[in-house]
């Protein structure tokens, strides 16, 4: 039998199966959050080529994991975060997750327990969010700016975490001459460091991990590690760990 | 058998509950009785004193109000309580109160109190300081006169005088709230599938709105009723809540999905209200006097200071006596006493530990589906640990 | 030998203050935590040593070094929402180290809260996590324009319990007679305070207000020594002396407006906000906030005393907020009036508003809030300041009828 996990974000939709050993078998993405269609399980199994009966049980989970008719349970993103990255990045006791709308730090005991987590408030700061409206003042995709940082000699620093303050304070770098490069290291900065006050809230023990599709920025991994005194670890399709995770509770469950 | 007594304490709790749910309809009420209101600002203020002018107190603690016509006066990081509180105050919700009664036990309430003067003129305010030093022998007779001033200044507004013979009913009739109040909280512990969380809520709510003596005898009954169905905790997670308050339900009624019920609270809203009595005669001294004695006794709590910090102390207790597995932290956004004592149980917690989730809430927010994941990610933190 | 500059007397009191702090630690010697306009005259009296994290907090921000603080204190758990002093030194008192200069560790906490309630929060955390003793002056906020007799009494009475506990904590006996020198002294210096910053008054004045924050360092720290009496003694004559010489503020630019600035220094954009300022010829003549320590009675009068330390003017109602600041409109000749709206200082913002509006109705002149932080270099936007800034310059030429 196979096991399928779905895992519906704010700005993406990921989808993982394994088959009774674990091991992944087909991965699924689609760039719609919330807003994915119901059938969104018929949509996987089809670009997937499942049959619906070779599927023992589905775990949703995700912003949207209550919009997904036919899962047989839903667990929480951060649960299965946490049981995706220890299944890619197995001696994982650290995870720090940068989604669309929030940001989370996990902490694991060394069986991958959770043991504590923290999330950030309704502020933008540290979020992808933040990025992508930095990215807009500076007029290039959120793609863009690893690679515009990376050109970058010494950062400019954007003090304000405030995105509206922040926004302020580009436009008048800006204004002021700085260059875009230098502007992006110092936006990526910013978010490394309200992304490491989050991740000190909970204990910073190795291995740290990044999941989730930000953890695909280089740039922005390298200046987590910095900030936060420890090495980052960014598994191959880190942003599939949610829907890895889900779908290897959906194995345990059955 | 168990089912009719069920019912009946279903519909017990249930007119508590919908007079928590529309103060300005209770508010009414007592007009119509031809009594005469007086508001009373968190976090404690000398309700024995007004009830002993002939006058009901009657809690002020925000609700649901966007700031509006307040941010003329409140920057946008007031805390959500007392931005309502004056635009409540600017847009009538209020009017038929004779005065109200503001408090000083946190830098914004201070400021309210200034603010309110001019933001609404129409409705008199008579300031009670709460001294902080309670343990300072001193603290009594400040308190002593504070009440004398606050009886003289009822008075002008067509309050009985408050004699000592008054005083006193009026000490016994709280004091049978309290120990009504602390049965409810144990009884409701017990029986989460007729009273859940949010309707523990509702029931412990109510009491600021009613006269004491009315609110005394129904949740009486409710506590007899409730004392006759067997427990219903089986396969329950119990937790400690703490923090201001508890609001909104809608944060509240996430918890029973997660199989969460309320096993004690150490909230200001709830049982900082009834958790110490008015010492009895025994203690010596004036009604005036022991009632100064209630206020200095108080331990615990953020807005009071406490050189011992006996908050972490008191979580784990609590969890211990009464079968809790975790606390969880409702965060009052903007709300600095309790943002400073936040880290120190936090520590403490954990070094027993004690599980803790914080969670940030603002009286006047959309839902509580943002704070859904955390619940979640919560008990599956309990279930799968 | 020339005599020092009152500046060069607060440079190098100011390094003695920190040193001589650091040594007392080695020594074993007790050493208090103190706020920063708390009844330091009962600590002078039994000679302990005292610092006050507020000031050590601004230093800090002023020498841009906030941040590592704010971030050890907000990864403990403090939210970014509550006072940067507080977090600032919440940090440090953990890293124990700083560019600006350190601070020895506590034994003694000495707190009132005519200040606000914060600081017992902040102290009361302090004081259980070092497991140090903490003595707590409570000073009712006064809703009624005087402070009442009633909290006279509860004040009086709770120096006297403190005078008990330093002597238990000592050991030592408290010398009556020493108290009262410390009390005359404490008096003098910040009448000396008071009258350096009223030459100020003058057009043009021939003070920099900015120099007043730097200055306060002295007054928060000095006022119960003789030395901190010299500072300011000095500072009003060679003030006077300015005057006198018809001097202006600075040397490269012409006092066209005269401002107050109401609430702390943005301190890690002290001169960023200076110079804007400069730009548009504002000189800020005086503040609501130096004023704090112009704490006066009579030596041995402890009811004098404890009506001064409470009558500070955060602790008292909007009417005086406004008639202080409106009388400092007229003694200062003031063109315009600045509201520092400080994340970290909910007490001092949420009257602002509605002083403002009075303000103005009073008195006729602009006002300008612009948004910022004591310590927290996050939650301030220069673009917004100079926008503001400029307005209210803006304002007050048409006001005045030139420039427009």
Same mark, same amino acid.
């Given at each position: 039998?196979?096991?399928?996990?779905?895992?519906?974000?704010?700005?993406?939709?990921?989808?993982?199966?394994?088959?009774?050993?674990?091991?992944?078998?087909?991965?699924?993405?689609?760039?719609?959050?919330? !807003? @994915?269609? /119901? =059938?969104?399980?018929?949509?996987?199994? #089809?670009?997937? +080529? %499942?049959?619906?009966?070779?599927?023992?049980?589905?775990?949703?989970?995700?912003?949207?994991?209550?919009?997904?008719?036919?899962?047989?349970?839903?667990?929480?993103?951060?649960?299965?975060?946490?049981?995706?990255?220890?299944?890619?990045?197995?001696?994982?006791?650290?995870?720090?997750?940068?989604?669309?709308?929030?940001?989370?730090?996990?902490?694991?005991?060394?069986?991958?327990?959770?043991?504590?987590?923290?999330?950030?408030?309704?502020?933008?700061?540290?979020?992808?969010?933040?990025?992508?409206?930095?990215?807009?003042?500076? !007029? @290039?995709? /959120? =793609?863009?700016?690893?690679?515009?940082? #990376?050109?970058? +000699? %010494?950062?400019?620093?954007?003090?304000?975490?405030?995105?509206?303050?922040?926004?302020?304070?580009?436009?008048?770098?800006?204004?002021?001459?700085?260059?875009?490069?230098?502007?992006?290291?110092?936006?990526?900065?910013?978010?490394?460091?309200?992304?490491?006050?989050?991740?000190?809230?909970?204990?910073?023990?190795?291995?740290?991990?990044?999941?989730?599709?930000?953890?695909?920025?280089?740039?922005?991994?390298?200046?987590?590690?910095?900030?936060?005194?420890?090495?980052?670890?960014?598994?191959?399709?880190?942003?599939?760990?949610?829907?890895?995770?889900?779908?290897?509770?959906?194995?345990?469950?059955? | 058998?168990?089912?009719?007594?069920?019912?009946?304490?279903?519909?017990?709790?249930?007119?508590?509950?919908?007079?928590?749910?529309?103060?300005?309809?209770?508010?009414?009420?007592?007009?119509?009785?031809?009594?005469?209101?007086?508001?009373?600002?968190?976090?404690?203020?000398?309700?024995?004193?007004?009830?002993?002018?002939?006058?009901?107190?009657?809690?002020?603690?925000?609700?649901?109000?966007?700031?509006?016509?307040?941010?003329?006066?409140?920057?946008?990081?007031?805390?959500?309580?007392?931005?309502?509180?004056?635009?409540?105050?600017?847009?009538?919700?209020?009017?038929?109160?004779?005065?109200?009664?503001?408090?000083?036990?946190?830098?914004?309430?201070?400021?309210?109190?200034?603010?309110?003067?001019?933001?609404?003129?129409?409705?008199?305010?008579?300031?009670?300081?709460?001294?902080?030093?309670?343990?300072?022998?001193?603290?009594?007779?400040?308190?002593?006169?504070?009440?004398?001033?606050?009886?003289?200044?009822?008075?002008?507004?067509?309050?009985?005088?408050?004699?000592?013979?008054?005083?006193?009913?009026?000490?016994?009739?709280?004091?049978?709230?309290?120990?009504?109040?602390?049965?409810?909280?144990?009884?409701?512990?017990?029986?989460?599938?007729?009273?859940?969380?949010?309707?523990?809520?509702?029931?412990?709510?109510?009491?600021?709105?009613?006269?004491?003596?009315?609110?005394?005898?129904?949740?009486?009954?409710?506590?007899?009723?409730?004392?006759?169905?067997?427990?219903?905790?089986?396969?329950?997670?119990?937790?400690?809540?703490?923090?201001?308050?508890?609001?909104?339900?809608?944060?509240?009624?996430?918890?029973?999905?997660?199989?969460?019920?309320?096993?004690?609270?150490?909230?200001?809203?709830?049982?900082?209200?009834?958790?110490?009595?008015?010492?009895?005669?025994?203690?010596?001294?004036?009604?005036?006097?022991?009632?100064?004695?209630?206020?200095?006794?108080?331990?615990?709590?953020?807005?009071?200071?406490?050189?011992?910090?006996?908050?972490?102390?008191?979580?784990?207790?609590?969890?211990?006596?009464?079968?809790?597995?975790?606390?969880?932290?409702?965060?009052?956004?903007?709300?600095?006493?309790?943002?400073?004592?936040?880290?120190?149980?936090?520590?403490?917690?954990?070094?027993?530990?004690?599980?803790?989730?914080?969670?940030?809430?603002?009286?006047?927010?959309?839902?509580?589906?943002?704070?859904?994941?955390?619940?979640?990610?919560?008990?599956?933190?309990?279930?799968?640990? | 030998?020339?005599?020092?500059?009152?500046?060069?007397?607060?440079?190098?009191?100011?390094?003695?203050?920190?040193?001589?702090?650091?040594?007392?630690?080695?020594?074993?010697?007790?050493?208090?935590?103190?706020?920063?306009?708390?009844?330091?005259?009962?600590?002078?009296?039994?000679?302990?040593?005292?610092?006050?994290?507020?000031?050590?907090?601004?230093?800090?921000?002023?020498?841009?070094?906030?941040?590592?603080?704010?971030?050890?204190?907000?990864?403990?758990?403090?939210?970014?929402?509550?006072?940067?002093?507080?977090?600032?030194?919440?940090?440090?008192?953990?890293?124990?180290?700083?560019?600006?200069?350190?601070?020895?560790?506590?034994?003694?906490?000495?707190?009132?809260?005519?200040?606000?309630?914060?600081?017992?929060?902040?102290?009361?955390?302090?004081?259980?996590?070092?497991?140090?003793?903490?003595?707590?002056?409570?000073?009712?906020?006064?809703?009624?324009?005087?402070?009442?007799?009633?909290?006279?009494?509860?004040?009086?009475?709770?120096?006297?319990?403190?005078?008990?506990?330093?002597?238990?904590?000592?050991?030592?006996?408290?010398?009556?007679?020493?108290?009262?020198?410390?009390?005359?002294?404490?008096?003098?210096?910040?009448?000396?305070?008071?009258?350096?910053?009223?030459?100020?008054?003058?057009?043009?004045?021939?003070?920099?207000?900015?120099?007043?924050?730097?200055?306060?360092?002295?007054?928060?720290?000095?006022?119960?020594?003789?030395?901190?009496?010299?500072?300011?003694?000095?500072?009003?004559?060679?003030?006077?002396?300015?005057?006198?010489?018809?001097?202006?503020?600075?040397?490269?630019?012409?006092?066209?407006?005269?401002?107050?600035?109401?609430?702390?220094?943005?301190?890690?954009?002290?001169?960023?906000?200076?110079?804007?300022?400069?730009?548009?010829?504002?000189?800020?003549?005086?503040?609501?906030?130096?004023?704090?320590?112009?704490?006066?009675?009579?030596?041995?009068?402890?009811?004098?005393?404890?009506?001064?330390?409470?009558?500070?003017?955060?602790?008292?109602?909007?009417?005086?907020?406004?008639?202080?600041?409106?009388?400092?409109?007229?003694?200062?000749?003031?063109?315009?009036?600045?509201?520092?709206?400080?994340?970290?200082?909910?007490?001092?913002?949420?009257?602002?508003?509605?002083?403002?509006?009075?303000?103005?109705?009073?008195?006729?002149?602009?006002?300008?809030?612009?948004?910022?932080?004591?310590?927290?270099?996050?939650?301030?936007?220069?673009?917004?300041?100079?926008?503001?800034?400029?307005?209210?310059?803006?304002?007050?030429?048409?006001?005045?009828?030139?420039?427009?």
């Amino acid at each position: 039998m196979k096991y399928l996990g779905v895992d519906i974000g704010s700005s993406a939709s990921k989808a993982v199966i394994v088959d009774n050993e674990g091991v992944v078998v087909a991965r699924w993405l689609k760039h719609t959050g919330v !807003g @994915v269609a /119901t =059938d969104v399980i018929e949509t996987v199994l #089809a670009e997937t +080529g %499942t049959e619906a009966s070779e599927i023992a049980c589905t775990v949703a989970t995700g912003y949207g994991r209550k919009l997904v008719p036919g899962a047989d349970e839903e667990i929480a993103e951060l649960s299965c975060h946490a049981k995706g990255a220890r299944a890619l990045v197995p001696k994982t006791r650290t995870i720090i997750d940068i989604g669309g709308q929030d940001a989370k730090a996990i902490s694991l005991d060394g069986y991958g327990r959770i043991q504590s987590f923290a999330m950030n408030d309704k502020c933008a700061a540290g979020t992808g969010r933040f990025l992508e409206v930095m990215a807009h003042v500076l !007029g @290039v995709g /959120t =793609d863009a700016l690893p690679d515009l940082a #990376a050109a970058s +000699g %010494t950062d400019i620093r954007i003090s304000n975490t405030c995105t509206v303050f922040a926004e302020s304070e580009v436009i008048s770098q800006l204004a002021g001459g700085g260059s875009k490069a230098d502007i992006a290291k110092g936006i990526h900065a910013s978010v490394a460091e309200r992304i490491a006050g989050l991740a000190k809230r909970v204990d910073i023990v190795p291995v740290v991990c990044m999941t989730g599709g930000s953890a695909n920025n280089s740039a922005l991994a390298a200046c987590i590690g910095k900030e936060l005194g420890a090495e980052i670890v960014v598994p191959e399709w880190p942003q599939m760990a949610g829907a890895l995770g889900a779908a290897l509770y959906a194995r345990a469950i059955l | 058998m168990t089912d009719t007594v069920q019912q009946e304490a279903k519909r017990l709790a249930q007119l508590l509950i919908d007079v928590a749910a529309d103060p300005k309809a209770a508010l009414r009420a007592h007009l119509a009785g031809g009594r005469k209101v007086v508001g009373c600002f968190p976090v404690l203020t000398p309700d024995e004193v007004v009830h002993a002018a002939g006058m009901v107190p009657f809690g002020l603690w925000g609700g649901r109000k966007n700031a509006v016509e307040s941010t003329k006066y409140l920057q946008a990081f007031c805390c959500s309580v007392m931005k309502a509180n004056v635009e409540n105050g600017m847009t009538g919700v209020y009017d038929g109160l004779t005065a109200v009664i503001t408090t000083a036990y946190c830098d914004t309430l201070k400021c309210i109190e200034e603010v309110w003067k001019v933001a609404v003129p129409a409705l008199p305010s008579i300031p009670f300081v709460c001294p902080q030093n309670r343990k300072d022998p001193a603290a009594l007779d400040f308190l002593e006169s504070a009440f004398a001033r606050l009886a003289e200044a009822l008075g002008a507004f067509g309050g009985r005088p408050v004699t000592e013979e008054a005083l006193e009913k009026s000490i016994a009739v709280f004091g049978a709230y309290r120990a009504e109040a602390r049965r409810f909280s144990l009884a409701a512990a017990q029986h989460p599938w007729t009273i859940p969380a949010a309707a523990r809520h509702g029931v412990l709510k109510a009491a600021y709105f009613m006269r004491k003596e009315d609110y005394t005898e129904i949740l009486a009954a409710l506590n007899d009723a409730l004392g006759q169905i067997p427990d219903e905790r089986e396969g329950k997670t119990g937790v400690v809540l703490t923090g201001l308050m508890a609001e909104p339900n809608a944060f509240l009624e996430l918890l029973p999905d997660y199989g969460f019920y309320v096993a004690a609270d150490d909230l200001v809203h709830e049982s900082l209200q009834f958790r110490a009595d008015v010492p009895g005669p025994e203690a010596g001294g004036s009604a005036a006097r022991r009632l100064a004695m209630r206020f200095v006794g108080v331990d615990g709590c953020s807005l009071l200071y406490d050189d011992e910090k006996r908050r972490g102390k008191r979580l784990i207790e609590l969890c211990e006596a009464h079968g809790a597995r975790a606390v969880i932290a409702c965060m009052m956004k903007f709300c600095d006493p309790e943002e400073f004592d936040f880290p120190l149980y936090s520590k403490e917690l954990a070094a027993a530990g004690i599980p803790l989730l914080p969670v940030e809430v603002e009286q006047n927010m959309a839902g509580a589906e943002g704070l859904r994941t955390r619940v979640q990610t919560f008990s599956e933190m309990l279930r799968f640990g | 030998m020339e005599q020092e500059t009152s500046k060069q007397m607060l440079d190098r009191l100011l390094a003695a203050h920190y040193s001589e702090a650091e040594a007392a630690k080695r020594e074993g010697k007790l050493v208090a935590w103190a706020t920063s306009i708390s009844p330091q005259e009962l600590l002078e009296t039994m000679g302990i040593t005292t610092v006050y994290p507020e000031n050590h907090a601004a230093a800090i921000g002023a020498r841009k070094n906030a941040e590592g603080f704010l971030a050890r204190s907000e990864a403990n758990g403090y939210s970014v929402d509550i006072c940067s002093y507080a977090r600032v030194n919440l940090g440090y008192m953990e890293l124990l180290s700083s560019p600006a200069g350190n601070i020895p560790l506590p034994d003694l906490i000495f707190c009132c809260s005519n200040i606000c309630n914060t600081v017992i929060k902040w102290y009361e955390n302090i004081a259980k996590e070092l497991g140090v003793p903490m003595i707590l002056f409570d000073m009712p906020f006064n809703h009624t324009y005087e402070v009442e007799e009633g909290s006279v009494r509860y004040m009086k009475a709770q120096i006297l319990s403190a005078i008990r506990r330093l002597e238990e904590i000592t050991g030592a006996r408290f010398d009556e007679d020493r108290f009262r020198e410390v009390m005359r002294v404490s008096t003098e210096t910040a009448r000396w305070w008071k009258q350096a910053s009223l030459v100020a008054a003058a057009k043009p004045s021939p003070m920099n207000g900015f120099e007043l924050f730097n200055y306060m360092a002295a007054i928060v720290c000095m006022r119960g020594k003789a030395d901190g009496t010299e500072i300011f003694r000095r500072w009003a004559a060679e003030l006077e002396e300015k005057k006198a010489r018809g001097a202006g503020p600075w040397k490269d630019a012409e006092e066209k407006y005269r401002i107050l600035w109401d609430g702390i220094a943005c301190w890690p954009y002290l001169s960023d906000t200076y110079k804007v300022l400069k730009k548009y010829g504002i000189n800020m003549v005086t503040s609501t906030y130096p004023d704090s320590w112009t704490i006066l009675y009579e030596a041995g009068d402890l009811d004098g005393m404890a009506r001064a330390y409470s009558s500070n003017y955060v602790n008292r109602n909007l009417d005086f907020g406004v008639n202080n600041i409106a009388g400092l409109v007229e003694t200062f000749s003031l063109d315009g009036v600045i509201f520092h709206s400080n994340r970290s200082c909910k007490f001092m913002d949420f009257r602002q508003l509605e002083t403002a509006r009075q303000v103005e109705a009073r008195t006729g002149v602009p006002t300008v809030l612009f948004d910022g932080d004591q310590t927290d270099p996050r939650a301030f936007s220069l673009a917004q300041y100079e926008t503001r800034i400029q307005t209210l310059a803006e304002t007050m030429a048409a006001r005045k009828g030139v420039g427009a």
